[in-house]
């Protein structure tokens, strides 16, 4: 039996090199829509989910993130958009929400043949100064923290196969 759903799911690789071609507005506009649709704890949408295209904003992110993580290497390998999970701290499940938003929008990049990389440091990114300023140009609120990003676009090259799962990763208790 085959199922599109599983398929994508068991197919999707963490893509670390990106092809100079952006993706397109009705694209993003989907896998956009894709984490706006993820569910979120007692419903509460804690997510706000910010998508940058500006070279200059992305080269911003780009430095932010490399300092954190004490490299000169790009962080994001040079993905033409950077989407950006944040979630609301006064919400428990904000972490959570944040997270399943980004999971959600990787599988619906997938689907439609964009790949993605999580990419991490994004809470230390956005408790600096330069990273609330950042919000607040964009308008959000400074109730937020960074949850992680995603490097979005057409991957370069092939796409390695999943690694073996452990073993006893699922167990079922009858
Ligand atoms: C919470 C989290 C943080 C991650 N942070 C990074 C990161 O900063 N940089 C990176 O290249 N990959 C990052 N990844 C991607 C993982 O390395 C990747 O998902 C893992 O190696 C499995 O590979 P796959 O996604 O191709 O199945 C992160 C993944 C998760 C879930």
């Known amino acids: 039996m085959s199922n599109a759903v599983i398929e994508n799911i068991l197919s999707r690789r963490s ?3 990106y092809l100079d071609k952006q993706v397109s507005e009705d694209d ?3 896998i956009l829509k894709a984490g706006e649709y ?3 704890g007692m419903g509460k949408q804690s997510p706000v989910i910010v998508a940058v295209q500006n070279k200059e904003t992305i080269d911003k992110f780009v430095n932010m993130n490399a300092e954190i993580m004490g490299t000169n290497s790009n962080p994001y390998y040079g993905a033409p958009t950077i989407i950006i999970v944040l979630a609301d701290k006064n919400v428990s499940t904000h972490i959570q929400d944040g997270s399943l938003a980004l999971g959600t929008m990787m599988l619906a ?3 439609l043949g964009i790949s993605t ?5 994004e809470y230390e990114m956005f408790n600096t100064k330069e990273g609330r300023e950042l919000l607040n140009e ?3 609120s ?3 923290v960074g949850v992680g990003a995603l490097a979005l ?3 370069k090259g092939d796409v390695k196969e999943a690694k073996p799962r452990k073993e006893n990763y699922s167990i079922i208790i009858k």
């Open 15 to 17: 893509v670390r090199s």
């Open 28 to 30: 993003l506009k989907l």
């Open 38 to 40: 993820a569910p979120s």
């Open 109 to 111: 990049a997938h689907s």
């Open 117 to 121: 990389c999580w990419i991490n440091r």
């Open 138 to 140: 964009w308008g959000v």
């Open 142 to 144: 400074d109730d937020v």
């Open 153 to 155: 676009g057409y991957s």
